[in-house]
């Protein structure tokens, strides 16, 4: 693959990335710049992957599409692979590299496959749901593998990783099944174990299904949270910006009392930002909320974001604007343009630090205001 080839295929794995997943998105700009083009190109392929079934006019056409991306990922393997040219698929482009030459393991690759090919199966009638284990499988093949293959992108040695890798695969995708129950239901789906139509008519045990979905997510995003240690420590950032992001999905769920025939629930710009900052900065920025103490708050407690909560994000989303400034402010004083500025610029940095200081305090205060509530 030519340079520019190379360019033109990063520059279209990224946008792949920002115009279908923000909460993913946002944990890549964090990662270092030698692991993000690939795994821009890894999501890129998973997402083409995941397309084959939902975008496709017919189930056989899909399941061409999947044995297409199947033969490709055989013939990287084989010994006279000479190429991206052999390849079928105009996907294959993105993940080949990632498996030729830094070593991802294809068998994940082949088993998120197959995982669509489960999709398949639920669709037509001959497979469905009917336990946590056959969820948590369906789980580990969905994202699981999508976990495994990018520690190893990152350059995890640690072979005690693995675990901790897919629990937040399958955290990560209990999640999105909790979300997306109306969608996949509109597409003739239910992930929902034990229950085979969803409508109106079941809606209490929906939202118990969905809430103890939730759970089999908590108990992993906590697994995974115990994990990070093992990440190389450029790469350590990212992960739990996309942790906090994806499991703040599940939390805004349990917030609406799990109301996910509502259609999707989107967590709030400026909750999102709060949650991200937290995890990016935790040593700028106090976490107001632990996962222990999030997860001894009841299930029924978690009601529709209240004016605490509002006024947590205000206070928040000011803190990071003065704490934008307050690094501006330092560039200019360190890159004056003019003599005249002298230790200007310096006082303005002081004083924009100090009022990030105070607001960031005044947000973990309301959102514990808004966690003591809930609490009764």
Avoid at 167 to 188: C, H, K, P, S
Avoid at 247 to 273: M, S
Avoid at 285 to 296: K, P, R
Wanted: glycine fraction near 4%; charged fraction near 25%; proline fraction near 3%.
């Amino acid at each position: 693959m030519s340079v520019q080839t190379e360019i033109l295929c990063d520059a279209k794995a990224a946008d792949v990335l920002r115009s279908n997943s923000r909460s993913f998105s946002v944990a890549a700009m964090f990662l270092p710049r030698r692991v993000r083009g690939k795994v821009q190109r890894l999501y890129a392929w998973c997402r083409t992957v995941d397309d084959a079934v939902d975008h496709a006019e017919t189930p056989p056409a899909a399941e061409r599409e999947l044995d297409r991306l199947s033969e490709d990922l055989r013939r990287m393997m084989g010994k006279s692979y000479t190429g991206v040219g052999e390849l079928q698929h105009v996907a294959s482009k993105w993940i080949a590299p990632l498996i030729r030459e830094d070593g991802v393991d294809v068998a994940h690759a082949v088993d998120l496959v197959e995982g669509m090919k489960m999709d398949l199966r639920i669709d037509s009638g001959e497979f469905s749901i009917d336990t946590d284990a056959e969820l948590l499988r369906y789980s580990y093949h969905a994202a699981g593998t999508v976990a495994l293959m990018m520690t190893r992108l990152m350059g995890v040695a640690d072979p005690a990783a693995r675990s901790h890798a897919v629990a937040l695969g399958v955290a990560m995708q209990l999640t999105n099944i909790a979300r997306d129950v109306r969608e996949d239901a509109e597409r003739g789906r239910c992930f929902l174990p034990g229950i085979a139509s969803v409508s109106e008519a079941n809606r209490p045990v929906i939202t118990d299904s969905v809430r103890h979905i939730l759970n089999l997510a908590e108990d992993r995003y906590r697994v995974a949270e115990a994990g990070l240690q093992y990440l190389p420590a450029d790469c350590r950032r990212a992960i739990r910006v996309a942790l906090v992001a994806y499991r703040e999905i599940g939390r805004e769920v349990l917030r609406r009392d799990c109301n996910v025939l509502a259609g999707r629930t989107v967590v709030p710009k400026l909750r999102l930002l709060s949650v991200v900052s937290q995890a990016a900065l935790p040593g700028i920025f106090l976490m107001s909320q632990t996962s222990d103490q999030a997860s001894s708050v009841p299930a029924d407690s978690h009601l529709i974001s209240s004016i605490n909560q509002s006024k947590s994000a205000v206070w928040l989303g000011l803190s990071l604007t003065a704490f934008m400034a307050t690094a501006l402010f330092v560039m200019v004083y360190m890159n004056p343009k003019s003599d005249a500025f002298s230790t200007l610029p310096l006082i303005y940095a002081a004083v924009s630090l100090t009022f990030a200081i105070i607001a960031n305090r005044l947000a973990a205060k309301y959102e514990r205001a808004d966690q003591r509530k809930s609490e009764v």
